[in-house]
């Protein structure tokens, strides 16, 4: 099963900031939180991924709490191209390559 | 920027068939992955591979599943006696480091699956 829990939908208006969250609570000291969404049925694309510290490159910043048991994807200004399911995965570096996909958060940029 | 392909973006198969999903990886990655989804449901992994050998897999990867890297570009699953439930998309993914250290996995778009 899947560490994460995030809420399934949400929306967004276009040019706002989308903020997504995502529960890790049971999160070890060597996992990393990756980011990866989906845009219809296309292969998973990566976005972000970061240990404790707040990340950010050219498509989003990622907040982490300081207990590390939760995190928040923003993507500063939503656009339509932005719609898509959104995974927060937590893995760490040890004991196993694969990524374990929850459910996601259905985000969908409203005009 | 370097990106994961596959081939064919779609199969169409008979149950009992045989079947190859190709893939080919971004070129200087050295782990390489299959992961399937069943329409409206999870992405699941199926198996991970390195140095020429299966480095992990699920229980969905059964006898019936096979992955090959047979050159240095292209890495296959295959699925020898094809069931209705193998209906799904099929991603590639590839890394440049597998566990030990960060490195995030590249997908390829898929290739969608139909079993009759």
């Known amino acids: 099963d899947a560490k994460t829990t995030q809420p399934p939908s949400m929306d967004c208006a276009e040019g706002r900031a989308a903020n997504l969250p995502c529960n890790h609570s049971t999160i070890s000291g060597n996992e990393y939180v990756y980011w990866y969404r989906q845009i219809h049925s296309q292969g998973p694309q990566y976005i972000i991924h970061?240990?404790?510290n707040n990340e950010t490159n050219e498509m989003a910043s990622l907040i982490i709490t300081e207990d590390r048991k939760s995190s928040t994807l923003i993507l500063p200004h939503a656009t339509l191209r932005d719609t898509a399911v959104y995974y927060c995965i937590v893995r760490g570096t040890s004991g196993t390559y694969k990524y374990i996909f929850g459910t996601g958060t259905r985000l969908k940029v409203l005009a | 920027e370097p990106e994961v392909t596959q081939t064919p973006s779609h199969q169409v198969t008979q149950m009992g068939q045989e079947v190859i999903l190709r893939c080919v990886p971004i070129?200087?990655?050295?782990?390489f992955y299959w992961y399937r989804q069943i329409l409206g449901q999870k992405v699941e992994f199926l198996v991970s591979f390195y140095n020429n050998e299966i480095s992990e897999k699920s229980e969905i990867f059964d006898d019936q599943f096979s992955v090959e890297r047979p050159d240095g570009s292209n890495f296959t699953l295959k699925i020898r006696s094809t069931k209705l439930e193998d209906s799904a998309m099929y991603f590639c993914a590839s890394s440049e480091s597998g566990r030990s250290v960060v490195s995030e996995q590249f997908f390829g778009p898929g290739t969608r699956l139909t079993v009759l």
């Open positions: 970061g240990l404790k």
């Open positions: 070129s200087n990655h050295l782990y």
